[in-house]
């Protein structure tokens, strides 16, 4: 199964860079394009545990729902999401937060999985694990600048 795991270090509080993380409403505005839309459930503002949204998505030229779930949560170090319905056969991102010195350690380890068998992984490793890569880049960079600007 492929991980994808990207480190940020951000010159902000940890409950900061911990909010803005878990926070609907900037993911959505974090992005360069209307790619992730909220449509359900939790659809603004800052998901706790047990909180669920479901998400209509285009990537790749692929259009889908996902409901995702925080399975996991300890505030400001940690929150899970997991896919509980939508076409991943796995799908469950860890955002982690250290605290070190005055600044932050943002650690994201992105777990997934496409079905399909043989096909699903050769998708996996040619194309979904290099775009997965670069929005999570991306989204970081974005909450970086906004935490630091605080």
């Not at 795991?5 to 992005?31: G, P, S, W």
């Not at 998400?55 to 400001?76: I, M």
């Not at 799908?91 to 994201?108: A, C, V």
């Not at 997934?112 to 290099?130: A, C, M, T």
Request: with cysteine; proline share 3%.
């Amino acid at each position: 199964m492929p991980l994808i795991e990207v480190k940020t270090e951000i010159d902000a509080e940890i409950e900061t860079c911990f909010d803005l993380a878990r926070d609907v409403t900037f993911y959505q505005n974090t992005l360069q394009k209307p790619t992730e839309i909220a449509i359900s459930g939790k659809v603004a503002g800052l998901v706790e545990k047990g909180d669920a949204t479901i998400w209509e998505t285009r990537h790749l030229n692929l259009h889908q729902h996902l409901t995702l779930k925080v399975t996991e949560f300890s505030q400001p170090f940690l929150f899970v999401d997991e896919m509980v319905k939508g076409h991943f056969k796995t799908y469950k991102h860890e955002h982690i937060f250290k605290k070190i010195k005055n600044k932050t350690l943002m650690i994201d380890k992105f777990y997934f999985e496409s079905p399909y068998g043989v096909f699903g992984k050769l998708f996996d490793y040619l194309f979904l694990k290099k775009h997965i890569k670069k929005l999570i880049v991306f989204r970081n960079e974005a909450l970086k600048d906004k935490a630091e600007s605080l």
